[in-house]
């Protein structure tokens, strides 16, 4: 795909408008997943991942919205990564659905050869990004208790909604841990079923009302 040019009145109509980017200009979302390795945000507009390379040291950025032809945001801040030097890498996930085991499989590669410090964000910073820096957390050794406080409504994750499955697959580790202090990604391969955590999970209405409607979250 060519390079997005910067002064492309379409592309940044599309993200300010289309994409909602303009409800981010004030609002970054940032976040420390680990000091020096990983930070979290929503989807950057080139200015801000410009200033975030400029003080982090950014080396890596992780799409979790995966690459879009069509979308703005997506154009620009990936011609800007490119002028950086920043290694792009698409690593796409839902956030309303059971995390797929093959994508965190896929993840956990990514996150064991990353040139770090790296920045991932989704378009909001609140669902899939707070599951992929659970995910980091877990790979990492750390308990499930902080994997499952990246999902917080600090960073406008709203658990009672369809996003809240997220934190139920997060608390389906927990309990195997707490009962057997199984080793996550042993737990993922052997006995999470993708099946059985949407059929044990229900989302509350106005919550989904809330998220879908008001905050027209992706």
């Known amino acids: 795909m060519p390079a997005a040019d910067a002064t492309s009145t379409p592309l ?78 698409d690593a796409p996930f839902e956030s309303r659905g059971a995390p797929h085991k093959d994508r965190i499989l896929r993840l956990a590669e990514i996150f064991r050869s990353l040139q770090e410090p790296a920045l991932m964000h989704c378009k909001s910073g609140a669902d899939r990004t707070g599951l992929a820096a659970g995910l980091w957390m877990l790979l990492q050794g750390r308990p499930p208790a902080l994997a499952m406080a990246q999902l917080s409504l600090r960073h406008g994750h709203v658990r009672q909604s369809r996003t809240g499955i997220l934190d139920a697959f997060f608390a389906a580790y927990a309990a195997a841990h707490a009962r057997d202090g ?18 044990g999970f229900q989302s509350q209405g106005w919550a989904d009302r809330l998220v879908d409607g008001v905050l027209r979250r992706e």
């Open 12 to 89: 940044w109509l599309n993200s300010l408008f289309v994409d909602h980017a303009l409800l981010r200009v004030g609002w970054r979302n940032w976040g420390v997943v680990e000091p020096g390795r990983l930070y979290r945000s929503n989807h950057p507009l080139p200015w801000q991942l410009r200033a975030a390379t400029r003080r982090f040291g950014l080396r890596t950025v992780i799409n979790l919205r995966g690459e879009r032809e069509d979308c703005g945001s997506d154009r620009l801040a990936r011609a800007a990564a490119a002028a950086l030097g920043l290694v792009q890498i």
């Open 182 to 199: 199984k080793p996550f990604l042993d737990w993922l391969r052997e006995d999470y079923s993708e099946a059985a955590l949407r059929q």
